[in-house]
Nanobody, 123 residues
């Protein structure tokens, strides 16, 4: 299984970025997918998750109304549209496959992580 995240970069506060995560080597359309982020000196934290057929989407409170997770099962890709970015959104963003049942917000419920893509928001 390989996950390739892309789309990070440097953006001014208030700007937007769209992250992509292309998956291969798995039956993408049967797994929930998640985005996590890790800021310098902090633990990795949950950002958003989406169920296999996009019936449910979950977000951490700090990104609700600003970020949108989506997926294209035909392209084996999950996206994270990030709008109204803030300096505190600066982090390396990782996509992951939710391999185990349970809470969508827990790291240990995920397996197969991408390499991460850096998002830097300047204030």
């Amino acid at each position: 299984v390989q996950l390739q995240a892309s789309g990070g970069g440097l953006v001014q506060a208030g700007g937007s970025l769209r992250l992509s995560c292309a998956a291969s080597g798995l039956a993408f359309n049967i797994y929930s997918m998640g985005w996590f982020r890790q800021a310098p000196g902090k633990e990795r934290e949950f950002v958003a998750a989406i169920t296999p057929s996009d019936v449910y989407r979950y977000y951490t409170d700090s990104v609700k109304g600003r970020f949108t997770i989506s997926r294209d099962n035909a392209k084996n890709t999950v996206y994270l549209q990030m709008n109204s970015l803030k300096a505190e959104d600066t982090a390396v963003y990782y996509c992951a496959v939710k391999y185990y049942s349970g809470s969508y917000a827990l790291l240990e419920k995920y397996d197969y992580w991408g390499q991460g893509t850096l998002v830097t928001v300047s204030s």
